[in-house]
């Protein structure tokens, strides 16, 4: 059974930074290509950045290029999101994804909240 946990979330301030983790378990997570969604409210669900399985090529929304950094620990079945310069428009519910490119995503995680607010 497919497990995805978020954490890391929380209240950042403009500017902040925040860094997520995703533990993932029930699968063979070294195999796999994995991403980063965000759902803001009242609004649908939105790819944010994504990794192949041995982390050798990552992908962003335009909306988070050179502020975030996904990458991945293969030994510790773990996913990260690395989020630098935050802003008000980043908060969101994160969800990490056992998945490749845009959602819907039949695997994800419950999710943590990021909120950006002075």
């Known amino acids: 059974q497919v497990q995805l946990v978020e954490s890391g979330g ?27 969604a965000r759902q803001a409210p009242g609004k649908g669900l939105e790819w944010v950045s994504g990794i192949y399985s041995d982390g050798s090529v990552t992908y962003y929304a335009d909306s988070v290029k050179g502020r975030f950094t996904i990458s991945r620990d293969n030994a510790k079945n773990t996913l990260y999101l690395q989020m630098n310069s935050l802003k008000p428009e980043d908060t969101a519910l994160y969800y990490c994804a056992k998945a490749w490119g845009r959602p819907p995503y039949k695997e994800k995680g419950q999710g943590t909240q990021v909120t950006v607010s002075s």
């Open 10 to 36: 929380g209240l950042a301030q403009p500017g902040g930074s925040l860094r997520l983790s995703c533990a993932a378990s029930g699968f063979n997570f070294r195999n796999y290509a994995m991403s980063w």
